[in-house]
């Protein structure tokens, strides 16, 4: 674990990368969080498993793939939150529903410090498909981000409340830079194709040292090999998302859930769930 100062900016995630570190407390403002995190880290059941989802180029569809996971994390009876990292977005939530969902967001948590009930914290948030997410607004009023001491204290809540909590990253510092290093494991999404994997790679380069998987999306018209592009990147593959159709308007209109009922989802999401663990 890196400790450091408020106000030392990214050079204190990029001195925490390239030390390998797992965690970042910035002081003093994770103060409280620190010393329960210390506490609950000699216990024997330290809480839910974090599995963070990262794209290796633009529109390659982690929020697709992090969402069917979730429902079907959750339709296998696990406690799961998914939660969306990704500030400039535009609102997770927003591919989840077409109607408005009681609860609450990031912005609402800007306050939050040291221990939050985990119990309070589950309840306070929206739900659908039969798991709980943490979504940044789906609106064009501007939100602030909380600091990292709020974010501290949300990630050590969500661990204890729930088994499974799933991480859409983004790939901006926000999401990469600060919730990555929360995470257990990671998945990183490429698609089958040369440029994209090259771009993957860097992303890979900037991740945190965990277990890292690989998931590959591709189609009839892919030109690398699924099981190539995962040796090439020196990681394991973890599955490979079907081409769903439907799925851009899907997401548009608040339809992933339907999408994610197929039977080709399903077998997907189910074999990388039980790969990391997540089921049984």
Same mark, same amino acid.
């Given at each position: 674990?890196?400790?450091?100062?408020?106000?030392?900016?990214?050079?204190?995630?990029?001195?925490?990368?390239?030390?390998?570190?797992?965690?970042?407390?910035?002081?003093?403002?994770?103060?409280?969080?620190?010393?329960?995190?210390?506490?609950?880290?000699?216990?024997?059941?330290?809480?839910?498993?974090?599995?963070?989802?990262?794209?290796?180029?633009?529109?390659?569809?982690?929020?697709?793939?992090?969402?069917?996971?979730?429902?079907?994390?959750?339709?296998?009876?696990?406690?799961?939150?998914?939660?969306?990292?990704?500030?400039?977005?535009?609102?997770?939530?927003?591919?989840?529903?077409?109607?408005?969902?009681?609860?609450?967001?990031?912005?609402?948590?800007?306050?939050?410090?040291?221990?939050?009930?985990?119990?309070?914290?589950?309840?306070?948030?929206?739900?659908?498909?039969?798991?709980?997410?943490?979504?940044?607004?789906?609106?064009?009023?501007?939100?602030?981000?909380?600091?990292?001491?709020?974010?501290?204290?949300?990630?050590?809540?969500?661990?204890?409340?729930?088994?499974?909590?799933?991480?859409?990253?983004?790939?901006?510092?926000?999401?990469?830079?600060?919730?990555?290093?929360?995470?257990?494991?990671?998945?990183?999404?490429?698609?089958?194709?040369?440029?994209?994997?090259?771009?993957?790679?860097?992303?890979?380069? =900037? *991740?945190?040292?965990?277990?890292?998987?690989?998931? !590959? %999306? +591709?189609?009839? $018209?892919? &030109?690398?090999?699924?099981?190539? @592009?995962?040796?090439?990147? =020196? *990681?394991?593959?973890?599955?490979?998302?079907?081409? !769903? %159709? +439907?799925?851009? $308007?899907? &997401?548009?209109?608040?339809?992933? @859930?339907?999408?994610?009922?197929?039977?080709?989802?399903?077998?997907?999401?189910?074999? !990388?769930?039980?790969?990391?663990?997540?089921?049984?």
């Amino acid at each position: 674990m890196l400790l450091g100062r408020a106000g030392e900016g990214d050079g204190l995630w990029r001195l925490a990368a390239a030390l390998g570190a797992e965690r970042v407390a910035v002081l003093p403002e994770a103060a409280a969080w620190l010393a329960e995190h210390l506490s609950m880290s000699g216990s024997p059941d330290y809480g839910g498993t974090v599995l963070g989802i990262v794209g290796g180029c633009g529109g390659v569809g982690a929020t697709t793939a992090a969402i069917w996971l979730a429902q079907a994390a959750a339709s296998e009876g696990v406690s799961t939150l998914l939660i969306d990292g990704d500030p400039w977005g535009g609102g997770l939530e927003l591919a989840l529903t077409d109607e408005p969902v009681p609860g609450l967001r990031w912005p609402d948590f800007q306050e939050s410090r040291g221990s939050i009930d985990p119990a309070q914290f589950r309840e306070s948030l929206p739900a659908t498909g039969g798991f709980t997410y943490l979504s940044w607004p789906g609106t064009r009023e501007p939100v602030r981000s909380p600091d990292a001491g709020a974010v501290a204290a949300i990630m050590d809540a969500a661990r204890r409340g729930f088994e499974l909590i799933i991480v859409d990253l983004g790939r901006n510092n926000e999401g990469v830079g600060r919730l990555a290093w929360d995470c257990d494991k990671l998945l990183l999404l490429t698609p089958a194709h040369l440029r994209p994997a090259v771009a993957s790679s860097r992303v890979l380069d =900037g *991740l945190p040292p965990v277990e890292t998987g690989l998931l !590959v %999306r +591709g189609n009839h $018209a892919s &030109t690398v090999d699924p099981s190539f @592009l995962a040796e090439s990147l =020196g *990681l394991r593959l973890a599955g490979v998302v079907p081409e !769903v %159709r +439907g799925v851009l $308007a899907g &997401t548009e209109q608040g339809r992933l @859930l339907e999408l994610g009922r197929r039977k080709e989802v399903g077998r997907f999401a189910a074999g !990388v769930l039980e790969l990391n663990g997540a089921v049984q």
